[in-house]
Every structure is written in C-alpha cells, then in structure tokens.
C-alpha cells in the first residue's frame, strides 16, 4: 500500500522555470491538499480539492496552479518560479468524511529556486 | 480568526525528563477537531491524535498524553520519561471546518523543536 506518493523528492530551479510537482494516492481519498513547510512558519495550506474536477485555494495560493482530473492525482504546478517559493511541499490526503481531517501526507519535496 | 499558537520554539531536555508542549487556538466553530503531529528528522509527517470539541478527557497513550482544555483553548501534549527518539517537530492543527462541511483543511501551529539529550 503506497499511501501519498510525492515526486520529485527534490528540485533545483531557476528563477522563472515552471515545474509539477506530482502527487498521487491510491486509497481513494477524496479529498487533497498541498501544504508548504517554512522555518518558523509551520505548514500553511497552498490549495485544496474536496473531489475530482472541484478546487480551491487556501492561504497561500499566488504563485501556484492546481487542477484534479482524477481522485488519484493531485499536482501542483508552479508557473514562474520565484525565490519565495524555496519550501519543502507536503501533499496530504483524507477522507472527505468521517476523519475529519486526519490527513496522510506524502514524504515531502524539497524545491529550491535559486 | 482560526488560528493555532505554540509559543515554544525549540525545547531541550534531558533524557527521562517529562516534557509538555504547549498548544493554544482560536476558533469560530462550535465544533471543532484538534490534531497533534509529529516530524522526525527524517522528514515524515506522523498523525499522533485527534480530538473533538466535545471530548474534553485527557488522554494518554504510553509515555504520551493530551489535556485539552476548552475553557482555555488549550491542547497540550505531554511525553512522560522522555527519551532521544522523540526528538522532533511537534505541531498542532486545528480544523478548518469551513462552515460545516468536512474540507479536510488543517491550521498549524508554527511547531515545537524538541530536543532529547542522552
């Protein structure tokens, strides 16, 4: 059982590449979220999905694009890579209900933008 | 506003020492979940507990326990007999119910260091 699968583990980019970073889950959670996890800051929400085809943003949105064409998948596109975006991304899972946000999260990807 | 508070930054105590970490939050909903997680240094986010707004019994799981508080929006989590293996970020998150419906949204808190000397 793989849970959340994040990739890649870690990214280089230079100021105004764009990349995806991917995220799939194969316990057919229906909900999604992308965090990011910053010195001092803790883990903020970037944007969410409660369903297929169904997004939304959440505190930190600027800067990032998602879209779920599929429960599965989940990946988060960065447009022009800025230096505020070096984090460390955290993919996570649940069920839409009854766990009430008892989130799975992937093992992290570590983006640098230089 | 939702919001989570853990005003300890980094912790360091000596092995077997008790140790609590500290969580304080705001909400506008009436009901409400409060989770713990943890963060080795190998980077992995690890669901400790939840708890639900209406539950307000403390509870303890081995060297770990949970007091939460509602007249003082508290959830603090205590490690009894510390040991080096629990060093690690510490985080609290409350949920962000959005009205009602489960959105599987979490506010952290900005973590807790703790550091376990030998």
Redesign the interface.
């Known amino acids: 059982n793989a849970g959340v699968t994040q990739t890649p583990k870690f990214q280089v980019l230079k100021t105004g590449q764009s990349m995806t970073l991917q995220c799939a889950q194969d316990m057919n959670h229906e909900?999604m979220?992308w965090?990011r996890q910053d010195p001092?800051?803790?883990?903020?929400?970037i944007h969410?999905s409660?369903g297929a085809g169904i997004t939304d943003q959440?505190e930190v949105p600027n800067g990032y694009n998602v879209s779920r064409s599929t429960t599965e998948d989940f990946p988060l596109r960065l447009l022009s890579a800025a230096p505020s975006q070096t984090s460390?991304y955290?993919c996570?899972s649940?069920y839409?209900?009854?766990?009430?946000?008892?989130?799975?999260?992937g093992?992290?990807s570590r983006l640098t933008v230089l | 506003a939702q919001k989570?508070t853990?005003a300890q930054?980094e912790i360091s105590v000596v092995e077997k020492e008790d140790v609590t970490l500290d969580c304080v939050y705001e909400t506008r909903d009436t009901t409400y979940?409060l989770?713990w997680y943890k963060q080795p240094p190998s980077?992995?986010?690890v669901?400790l507990i939840?708890r639900?707004s209406f539950d307000e019994q403390n509870e303890i799981s081995g060297r770990y326990s949970w007091n939460f508080q509602k007249s003082t929006s508290s959830f603090n989590f205590t490690i009894t007999a510390s040991q080096v293996v629990d060093s690690a970020v510490y985080?609290c998150?409350l949920?962000d119910l959005d009205g009602s419906?489960?959105?599987?949204?979490?506010?952290?808190?900005?973590?807790t260091t703790l550091q376990v000397k030998p």
């Not at chain 1, 001092?40 to 929400?45: H, K, Q």
């Not at chain 1, 839409?96 to 999260?105: D, I, R």
């Not at chain 2, 419906?101 to 973590?111: A, D, H, P, R, W």
Request: glycine share 18%; no cysteine; hydrophobic share 40%.
């Open positions: 909900y979220s965090y001092g800051m803790g883990l903020r929400l969410y409660v959440g460390v955290f996570a649940s839409a209900t009854g766990s009430h946000g008892e989130l799975f999260f093992e992290g | 989570v853990q930054t979940y989770f980077g992995e986010l669901f939840r639900n985080f998150a949920s419906s489960n959105t599987g949204k979490l506010i952290f808190g900005q973590g």
